[in-house]
């Protein structure tokens, strides 16, 4: 290890942005979600990312800020604007528009690698929303480069209508040991790689467990991780086991599901970086993901929202139940 580096640090690249309601904004991106539970859970980390010189920009340095991030990773852009969601109100429901040309589209190459310059990661997070334009692709594929190889690559597919295509997914895949992804992105998967349309009957459950055992070997992968929201998550192994967590006790209430993805990426890295056992990393990933359901947005507005969680999993509460196959 290099003089200066910061031991057993987590890589999180890509977007942070402002999601903004007619009622007002809310900062946000599924990577920047991420970084900030592993900071509030004292994990090192590193959050590569890169945002505009504007009043939105100032909101998401003010999260840095608040969560005591390391800004060595965060760029600033003199030209473009700090990445923005529109959120519209719709009889169906939330519209979601990604605003195109963002800052987060430009992070750019040589700062990246100068910031990961001084860390040792253990792990590289990384989704798709910030590959859709060149300059920020090429920047990840640089940083993937430059990272050891026994640093994890974990993958949080995270696929928005018409942001990305399949070549970027295809060449993410590859990239990536470890993959998540939500139900629907998983039926994405089928149709690309298996040709299941949409007018195809459902697969039995025996089929869709072998299909998924077919893209881990497909793609090289270590484990693809399936999220199915209140019921769970399957965690498929490269040695062809599968883990069923879905004993996970319900939250109280559930105000939105917004960031509960995000929740389930950050505690199964921080398992990771602590060396908990698999089974009790996707049981707790689990239980915390439905505990960000129970509160107002993707992460708590009170940071003292973290500190039952730590002394929760210090003691050694039990965590649910599951099962192995």
């Given at each position: 290890m290099k003089a200066g580096t910061t031991a057993g640090t987590t890589v999180v690249f890509g977007e942070a942005l402002v999601d903004d309601f007619a009622t007002g904004q809310v900062v946000g991106g599924a990577p920047f979600n991420v970084a900030r539970h592993l900071a509030a859970f004292m994990a090192p980390s590193l959050m590569v990312t890169r945002i505009g010189e504007d009043r939105n920009g100032e909101s998401v340095r003010a999260e840095f800020e608040r969560f005591a991030m390391s800004q060595a990773g965060l760029q600033r852009d003199a030209i473009e604007e700090t990445g923005r969601v529109l959120v519209e109100r719709t009889a169906k429901g939330h519209r979601f528009v990604i605003v195109p040309n963002q800052a987060y589209d430009y992070i750019e190459r040589e700062a990246a690698l100068k910031a990961l310059a001084g860390v040792a990661p253990s792990a590289l997070y990384f989704g798709t929303l910030a590959q859709r334009n060149e300059r920020s692709r090429g920047t990840l594929q640089a940083l993937l480069g430059a990272t050891a190889p026994q640093a994890m690559r974990f993958l949080d597919l995270n696929l928005r209508d018409g942001q990305v295509g399949e070549r970027t997914v295809f060449h993410a895949l590859h990239a990536a040991?470890?993959?998540?992804?939500?139900?629907?992105?998983?039926?994405?998967?089928?149709?690309?790689?298996?040709?299941?349309?949409?007018?195809?009957?459902?697969?039995?459950?025996?089929?869709?467990?072998?299909?998924?055992?077919?893209?881990?070997?497909?793609?090289?992968?270590?484990?693809?991780?399936?999220?199915?929201?209140?019921?769970?998550?399957?965690?498929?192994?490269?040695?062809?086991?599968?883990?069923?967590?879905?004993?996970?006790?319900?939250?109280?209430?559930?105000?939105?599901?917004?960031?509960?993805?995000?929740?389930?990426?950050?505690?199964?890295?921080?398992?990771?970086?602590?060396?908990?056992?698999?089974?009790?990393?996707?049981?707790?990933?689990?239980?915390?993901?439905?505990?960000?359901?129970?509160?107002?947005?993707?992460?708590?507005?009170?940071?003292?929202?973290?500190?039952?969680?730590?002394?929760?999993?210090?003691?050694?509460?039990?965590?649910?139940?599951?099962?192995s196959r």
């Open positions: 040991d470890v993959a998540k992804v939500n139900e629907e992105e998983l039926q994405a998967l089928f149709g690309w790689y298996f040709q299941l349309g949409p007018n195809d009957p459902p697969m039995a459950a025996d089929e869709t467990r072998s299909a998924c055992a077919g893209l881990v070997q497909m793609f090289g992968l270590e484990a693809l991780i399936v999220t199915l929201g209140h019921r769970g998550s399957v965690y498929f192994g490269r040695d062809g086991s599968a883990i069923d967590t879905r004993e996970t006790p319900a939250p109280p209430f559930v105000i939105d599901t917004v960031g509960a993805g995000d929740a389930f990426s950050a505690i199964f890295l921080l398992g990771r970086m602590r060396g908990w056992p698999l089974a009790l990393t996707l049981a707790r990933a689990n239980e915390f993901a439905g505990a960000i359901c129970a509160v107002a947005g993707a992460v708590p507005r009170d940071l003292n929202f973290y500190d039952k969680w730590v002394n929760r999993w210090r003691e050694g509460t039990p965590a649910p139940s599951f099962t």
